[in-house]
């Protein structure tokens, strides 16, 4: 029996199909994908930080479902909110500046106090 000509990129296994393919299978295919992901250093450093956004996101909007609460700075921090990682700003004209995770923001007030909003996007008349 000849030995094949190609091997898969993962595994070693003959591939059989067209002459410009890699992988024996999908699931290699996708195994290859996966570790190549993996071994970038910036891929992961992205998905930690699109992480801490998502947590971020989820605590604002879990403590304020009505979509404005004022709260203790001191309560977002207990849940895990990261005040450093958020998505955009907001300056209004008085000078005050929202932070935002996607669409759930808020405005540090004082006495370390928080207020939490959610975005009303702008409606043309």
Not at 43 to 63: D, F, G, P, S
Request: charged fraction near 30%; charge should be positive; hydrophobic fraction near 30%.
């Amino acid at each position: 029996m000849a030995k094949p000509d190609r091997t898969c990129a993962q595994c070693g296994e003959a591939v059989v199909g067209r002459a410009d393919k890699r992988f024996c299978s999908s699931q290699c295919r996708a195994m290859a994908s996966n570790q190549r992901r993996s071994d970038d250093a910036g891929e992961q450093r992205m998905r930690e930080i699109n992480a801490r956004l998502r947590h971020n996101r989820q605590v604002l909007q879990r403590a304020s479902p009505e979509g404005k609460t004022t709260l203790k700075r001191q309560v977002l921090e207990l849940a895990g909110f990261d005040f450093g990682h958020f998505t955009h700003l907001y300056r209004t004209q008085k000078g005050n500046t929202y932070y935002f995770c996607y669409d759930f923001g808020y405005l540090l007030l004082e006495d370390e106090k928080v207020l939490i909003v959610n975005w009303q996007p702008y409606m043309e008349k």
